[in-house]
């Protein structure tokens, strides 16, 4: 086994042991990020400063200075966080020269636990996508099959988690864009609650749906990681709340006596039979191993996508606004003011950015607001108080990820409403602000990863934890052993 394709942890062990030196397993990695550059995950790879950052740990590591389990582990970030001096463009031709002076505060608690940043991911432009095939730079191709999509938005980080050019990375979530590409690529995929972990240089897509996630080969890794970064920050208003957690002391604590509700209605018509079959069986796993297992019915499944679509559309119309060529980024001559707006921002964006934008404005203006986005806000809280419902019953719930594994690069890019579908099973979760993981669970017919959702109530993460552990013991922590 290449030492790549190590978990994490396991590589932390290894460089706390002195069994491998930081240069040498970074010099590894970097090898990976060439040999695979095809798949295009990266749009940046870091190669100078993570070399230069690689001694720095090295003797920290020597010098006992560092004694986190991830001091020294190349990990890979979304280009959607900042990183300080570091191109963070957002996939999109108007920030293609952007390096931010500050990093996310995410960002610089893992370089302070002694992490190695190796590279910045494709994504999806300002993370609006499913596939990752809106990117400025180009599609990311799944390491599973390359004629197929990596998923999206944080295709990119979840394709080089896959395929060993990173230990873990970072991500982010607004409707699934986690947890998606984790199903779609066969890893794992961890959202936290809203707000408990620091939002502050992650650049807003939909502020009060974004959250940063982690992406890592298994579910204790992902708890590491979320470990490190988990807990307030003075720097974010919406941060105040959670407090530093070492999840990874949940990872041994087994699953017996809990409650697991599966809603019968998230395995509806819709969703692949070889994906339905691989969640229950995955579900009876857990109950072999003393989870409980109870079906029941969720209400407003049917109302999930519309709220979430003029919810994330009207914020991400107001977020974007501030790229108008005058404060930063991509600008475009004209001879007016106005001129200078329509042909920077015509030029600027692509066309899945322009849709959202173009909904957004719609859903707030003048005679529409009352219609569509008043009332959006309102089932959104519907929706929430339905979660809090079935969280009184049970402890977890447990769906499918997406209603189908991976589907052929360029098969739905001409059809937005079918890309949108994706989503069906993931952005109830973003919607109530609850914490949810993918992690695999099978394969289809042609060998392409299945995953399954966990979510848990607000601020137990621990839950989520707990039962993917407990899970990944079962099937020996991969589908693909």
């Known amino acids: 086994m290449k030492i790549t394709e190590n978990s994490a942890l396991s590589l932390g062990k290894m460089l706390q042991s002195r069994e491998i030196s930081v240069i040498e397993l970074l010099t590894e990695y970097l090898k990976e990020t ?19 950052r ?3 740990i090295q ?32 996939a999109s031709k108007m920030l293609s020269d952007f390096k931010p002076p500050y990093s996310a505060t995410a960002v610089e608690r893992l370089e302070k636990a002694g992490a190695v940043l190796i590279g910045k991911t494709n994504m999806d432009e300002f993370a609006m996508g499913g596939s990752t095939e809106s990117s400025y730079y180009g599609s990311v191709k799944n390491p599973k099959d390359t004629k197929k999509v990596s998923g999206g938005s944080s295709g990119g980080t979840a394709a080089a988690v896959a395929s060993n050019q990173c230990a873990y990375g970072l991500g982010s979530d607004t409707g699934g864009s986690v947890r998606q590409p984790a199903s779609f690529c066969g890893i794992t995929g961890l959202m936290p609650t809203y707000g408990s972990v620091s939002r502050y240089g992650l650049i807003a897509y939909a502020s009060s749906l974004d959250r940063i996630g982690v992406m890592g080969k298994n579910m204790s890794d992902c708890a590491a990681v979320l470990s490190e970064i988990y807990g307030s920050d003075k720097k974010d208003m919406t941060c105040s709340v959670a407090k530093k957690t070492d999840f990874t002391s949940f990872c041994d604590l087994g699953i017996r006596g809990m409650k697991i509700g599966i809603p019968r209605n998230f395995f509806s018509e819709q969703t692949d039979a070889f994906v339905g079959k691989s969640v229950l069986q995955g579900a009876r796993e857990l109950e072999k191993s003393g989870a409980e297992l109870y079906e029941f019915e969720l209400p407003l499944t049917d109302y999930y996508l519309p709220t979430y679509y003029i919810t994330a559309c009207a914020e991400a119309s107001s ?23 329509v042909k920077t921002r015509t030029e600027g964006f692509g066309l899945e950015v322009k849709r ?22 309102k089932v959104r809280r519907l929706i929430k108080d339905s979660f809090d419902d079935a969280f009184k019953k049970y402890d977890l719930l447990l769906t499918p ?29 973003s919607l109530s602000g609850i914490p949810a993981a993918s992690i695999p669970c099978g394969k289809n017919q042609e060998g392409m990863p299945i995953g399954m959702q966990l979510m848990a ?14 899970y990944e013991k079962i099937t020996g922590g991969s589908v693909d052993e």
């Open 401 to 429: 990820t997406a209603p189908t594994t991976a589907y052929n690069i360029g098969e739905n890019r001409n059809d937005p409403l079918k890309m949108y579908q994706g989503d069906i099973y993931t952005v109830a979760a």
């Open 356 to 377: 959202r934008i173009m909904l957004g404005t719609y859903v707030l203006s003048s005679g529409y607001y009352e219609d569509y986005y008043k009332k959006a806000l």
């Open 457 to 470: 109530p607000q601020l137990r993460e621990d839950v989520i934890v707990r039962v993917g552990c407990a």
């Open 34 to 52: 060439e040999a695979k550059k095809d798949l295009n995950a990266f749009i940046t790879i870091c190669r100078d400063e993570s070399l230069k």
């Open 54 to 56: 690689a001694n720095i």
């Open 59 to 90: 003797k920290n590591i020597d010098d006992k200075v560092l004694s986190s389990p991830l001091a020294g582990v190349p990990m890979a970030v979304k280009d959607n966080i900042c990183t300080k001096n570091i191109l963070t463009s957002c």
């Open 319 to 341: 977020n974007l606004s501030r790229y108008d060529g005058i404060k930063y980024g991509f600008c475009q001559s004209g001879d007016e003011l106005e001129q200078m707006y």
